[in-house]
């Protein structure tokens, strides 16, 4: 079945440890986007990556950093997590010209 | 970045009515557009999409409205069931994989 995988679907964690989500699709799709979605705000673009080894910053990318080593991989890392980064996060993958496809999404607290 | 905004943020229809969901843009170089409906606790899944030279579309149950003249979006439901309950964002793209998201309308269908 053709779809994207987050890991972990939910996470409780402390100000400052760093933790990582995991995204993963099975689809050979080219581009990958984190995304992060608040109550009011909708969906915000973190990072994207439109091919291996090719990231770049979306709308909101501070206090976050992403990987792209692997085509089928894009992992989203908070080194040094706060508050302010509680939301639910969404990775989404698409190929060319089409409609994304996402992830079932990670709800983060962070206290 | 872009932002993408919607009319109403709720929106309640009695079962087996049509519904109209809208949805305003404001980059007029805005080529490409598709709805998504998120239910709870999952992602957005893709409803349907219209490229700028279509002013219409039709899928099962639901058709997408272009109006580009305004910067105006709609998706109709016909026939709106009670698994059509969901939040329904619509998507611009202006270039490659980018796109923005409104912050979406909750559609309750009141059987």
């Known amino acids: 079945e053709a779809q994207v995988t987050q890991n972990p679907r939910y996470l409780i964690t402390v100000t400052g440890k760093k933790l990582t989500v995991t995204c993963s699709q099975n689809?050979?799709?080219?581009?990958m986007s984190w995304y992060r979605q608040d109550p009011g705000l909708g969906l915000r673009q973190i990072y994207y990556s439109m091919n291996v080894e090719v990231t770049d910053k979306g709308d909101v990318p501070e206090g976050y950093k992403v990987s792209r080593k692997e085509k089928r991989n894009f992992p989203l890392i908070l080194e040094s997590p706060s508050p302010n980064q509680t939301s639910l996060y969404f990775c989404?993958?698409?190929?060319?010209?089409?409609?994304?496809?996402f992830g079932n999404g990670t709800r983060l607290t962070v206290t | 970045g872009e932002s993408v905004g919607l009319h109403l943020p709720t929106l309640s229809v009695q079962e087996g009515d049509n519904s109209i969901i809208n949805c305003a843009y404001s980059?007029?170089?805005?080529?490409?557009f598709i709805w998504y409906k998120q239910e709870s606790g999952k992602g957005p899944q893709f409803i349907i999409d219209i490229r700028s030279n279509m002013d219409k579309r039709q899928g099962q149950r639901v058709t997408v409205l272009l109006n580009k003249t305004v910067k105006h979006l709609s998706l109709q439901i016909a026939a709106t069931q009670p698994g059509d309950s969901a939040v329904y964002f619509c998507?611009?793209?202006?270039?490659?994989?980018?796109?923005?998201f409104g912050t979406g309308t909750s559609l309750t269908v009141i059987p």
């Open positions: 998507a611009e793209n202006i270039v490659g994989n980018q796109f923005y």
């Open positions: 689809m050979n799709h080219e581009y």
């Open positions: 980059n007029s170089a805005s080529d490409y």
């Open positions: 989404a993958s698409s190929f060319g010209y089409s409609p994304l496809h």
